[in-house]
Structures are given as C-alpha cells and as structure tokens.
DNA sequence: CACTATTATTTGATGCGTCAACTATTGACA
DNA sequence: TGTCAATAGTTGACGCATCAAATAATAGTG
C-alpha cells in the first residue's frame, strides 16, 4: 500500500501552509492574507473593493472584514465613489503608507529564510507547479 | 521593482491552499484535516489524541474539536487508557470505518486530477521542496 | 510521603475564510 | 419610464486553526 505515500503532497502542502501562516504572522506582525492586501494598496494609490477581490482571491466577505479592521487602525481610509456608488474606494493613510514598509522588510527577511536554499531555477520551477496544480484544481470544479 | 515577483510563492502557496481546502471538501465531503485525522484512524486501529496530533500537526485544540464532532456523527468512539486516565484512546467506528473508504475514494480522484501533468519525478521533486521550505521555515523560528 | 514538574485534554477568545441571504445602485431594454 | 438583471458591499452562520489558561492525572525527587 502506498496510501500514505500518494496523500504526502496534500499533507506537506496543508503542514506548509499552516506553518507559514503562523510563522509569517509572527515574523511579520501581519497574516500573509492582510500583507498582500496592504500590498496591493500600496502599488494601487486607491482601488475598489472588487478589484481587491479579483487580486487576491479571497471572498468578498473577508476583504470587507480586512477593511474594516484596518481603517479602525488607522491603516486605510475608505470613500464612495462618486461617479457609481456601489463601490467603496480604499487607500494606504499616510500612517498606514509608513507602516507597510516596515512589514514588507520582515517579509523580505523571511522570505529570504524560506527559500534560502533554493536557486532562481528552483523557484521558478516551484512556481510553475503551483500554477499547474491550481489550474488542475479549478478544472476540476468545471468538469463536476 | 520585483516586488510582486518576490512574493510570488507565498501568494502562489496561499491561492494554492485556501482553493485546495474549498475544492477538496466540496469533492469528498470532509475538510483535508478532518480526511487526514481519519486517515490516521484507518491505520491506527486505536490511538491516542497525543500521537494524533504529533502526526497531523495540529493544535491539540482542534484535534478535540474534530473528535467531538466525529463522535457525535458515530464516526468515531472514545475511550479513556485504563492505565493512564490523562489520555483518551480514539477508534473508528464500523460506520466510520465503511465512510472512510468513500471519502478514500473521492479523495483519489482528486488527487489524480491534481497531478494529472505531473510525472512521478516531478511530484518527488515537488514533494521535496515542499519539505524544505517548511524546514526553513521552522529555522527561522528557532532562530529569532 | 509531600511537592513540583510534566503530560493529556479541554475550553474560551480570537483570526481568517466560506457560503448564502440581503441591501443598494446601476444598466438595459421593452 | 417601469421592470428586471447584474454588480458592489455587508452581515450572519459556520468551519477550522491558534494561543492561553484551566483541569486532571502521573512521574520524579528530596
């Protein structure tokens, strides 16, 4: 039997994850979700709660979550936009602008560490897969 | 700037993972945790919370809280260690054990399509450098 | 034997994600 | 222009993980 064998990758994946989820957190003092959010805002100047959504690929419901936490920090500030108001326009606040640049250097740190063994062909291979195997996935939503 | 290059893997782990999660229930009908928890349980015969949690990984905590929830649906059947009144002895019940092979299935199907491009080098490949990061990452900790 | 770890499990608070249901706006078209 | 569909955002219920604190039982030691 090669049960365990063939489940191994799934496994690793989940054990990663959850690793670097805690870990980055830790590192970083923000989750990797929250990160790559402040850092979409950081290169968008400001940006609609959709187009968030599209980018990082996470519910609806968890960017508003996101928003709210990080304009009661003094993060972000939120604003209609006039020409259509349905949607919320976000931006970095100064304060918030100051911020993220100190998390995107512990990021860089590790990050660094994570992948301190790895060569630019190994990244670039790791890269590839994951982007194989998500699109795998998500074929196997349409084929149901 | 490569800035959107660097964190690309953790981004790529991220989408990778939370996809993996939602489209793995959706097809076997349990969480991968949970499918992993009774995956030790097929194997085991009766075991331990303790020696659960030292193979999945998980907070203790959660590991509870699955059990709970297992036992409730008759999946699984609790006792106390006669000789160690601190730790609880975890089994499969004849009905956990008759789902198990269902969701053993659906799990299968699953994974094919994961790894359908993949040749069996390249899943080594990957499994390694699985392995590696998470090793890395684990460093870092100890490290701070 | 009493005292102090250590170990196993549980519970409560919290973070983050999902889905489903709901509101508000806008767009399109008979 | 009135109606209906699509789009943006929010909220509530829920799943699953984490940490910290509490409880029990056992082990080790002077």
Redesign the pocket.
């Known amino acids: 039997m090669t049960d365990s064998k063939e489940t191994s990758i799934i496994d690793k994946l989940?054990n990663l994850y959850?690793?670097l989820?805690?870990q980055f957190?830790?590192c970083t003092g923000?989750?990797?979700?929250?990160f790559?959010l402040l850092q979409q805002l950081y290169h968008a100047d400001e940006i609609?709660?959709?187009?968030?959504?599209k980018e990082?690929?996470?519910?609806?419901?968890?960017?508003?979550?996101?928003?709210?936490?990080l304009e009661a920090d003094g993060i972000v500030a939120?604003r209609m936009?006039p020409?259509?108001?349905?949607?919320?326009?976000?931006r970095l606040t100064d304060h918030g602008r100051e911020e993220i640049v100190l998390y995107r250097k512990e990021m860089e740190r590790f990050l660094a560490q994570m992948l301190q063994d790895f060569s630019m062909e190994e990244q670039q291979q790791l890269s590839r897969m994951l982007a194989r195997m998500q699109s795998n996935i998500r074929n196997y939503t349409e084929g149901e």
Do not use: F, W
């Open positions: 989940q959850l690793l989820s805690a957190g830790n923000v989750s990797p979700s929250r790559r609609s709660q959709a187009a968030l959504q990082l690929q996470i519910d609806s419901a968890a960017i508003t979550r996101h928003l709210k936490q939120r936009n020409s259509d108001n349905r949607v919320t326009l976000v």
